[in-house]
């Protein structure tokens, strides 16, 4: 099974910028779709984004369209979620997901499916 790990967190104030990375050990990052998912204080986790194996196909949250994008290189094994325009609900742990289900290299697969995570990374955002 895949291990993964997110860097990358911080403080930033409103309509900052950051970027997160999510590693993987164990197996190939190029092997999984990748979703992100937060967890705002207090509440539920909530996908964020994901990206299909082969990078082609992508998926946001409506609240983060057109502020995050989620990319990757298999080359390096790494997947990234660079945030924009940063707001203070954005304040969230935020993990990355794998699904070790079989898909094809363009599918992105239900955000209820992911099922190995990392440990998250903690993004808090001033108002």
């Known amino acids: 099974q895949v291990q993964l790990v997110e860097s990358g967190g911080g403080y930033v104030q409103t309509g900052g910028s950051l970027g997160l990375a999510c590693f993987a050990s164990?197996?190939?990052?190029?092997?999984?779709?990748i979703g992100w998912f937060r967890r705002p204080p207090g509440k539920k986790r909530e996908f964020v984004s994901a990206i299909s194996k082969s990078g082609m196909t992508t998926v946001y949250a409506d609240s983060v369209k057109g502020r995050f994008t989620v990319s990757r290189d298999n080359t390096k094994n790494i997947v990234f979620l660079q945030m924009s325009n940063l707001k203070p609900e954005d304040t969230a742990v935020y993990y990355c997901?794998?699904?070790?289900?079989?898909?094809?290299?363009?599918?992105?697969?239900?955000?209820?499916?992911?099922?190995?995570w990392g440990q998250g990374t903690q993004v808090t955002v001033s108002s």
């Open positions: 997901a794998a699904d070790d289900d079989l898909y094809c290299d363009d599918d992105v697969p239900d955000k209820d499916n992911f099922n190995s």
């Open positions: 164990g197996r190939a990052l190029s092997e999984y779709p």
